[in-house]
């Protein structure tokens, strides 16, 4: 049973930080690419950041400096550190495991980010 749990999502206000985590459970952790995709209202799910078993990290332009994905390979969990936030980065943020040469993927339920005053 593949279990994707996301937390640290909350309010912050615009140029604030928030930190999000993921840990999974029910994957052999090291296989997959592990990435955080958002969904602002009204929009499409978007690609953040993904990161690789080795910890090579790929970033969207608007975010680039800003964020900063990371992994535990031992402890199961990726995180994803966001700095100066802006209230347009609103949105839901979805974890996401990719499992590599496959299409196989994995979802969270995802964690509420708000940016306002």
């Known amino acids: 049973h593949v279990q994707l749990v996301e937390s640290g999502g909350g309010l912050v206000q615009p140029g604030g930080s928030l930190r999000l985590s993921c840990a999974a459970s029910?994957?052999?952790?090291?296989?997959?690419?592990m990435g955080w995709y958002r969904q602002a209202p009204g929009k499409q799910r978007e690609l953040v950041t993904t990161i690789t078993s080795s910890g090579s990290a790929n970033y969207v332009d608007s975010v680039k400096g800003r964020f900063t994905i990371s992994r535990d390979n031992a402890e199961n969990t990726v995180y994803l550190q966001m700095n100066t936030l802006t209230p347009e980065e609103t949105a839901v943020y979805y974890c996401?495991?990719?499992?590599?040469?496959?299409?196989?993927?994995?979802w969270g339920q995802g964690t509420q980010v708000t940016v306002s005053q």
């Open positions: 996401n495991a990719a499992l590599s040469g496959s299409r196989t993927n994995y």
């Open positions: 029910g994957i052999i952790f090291r296989f997959y690419v």
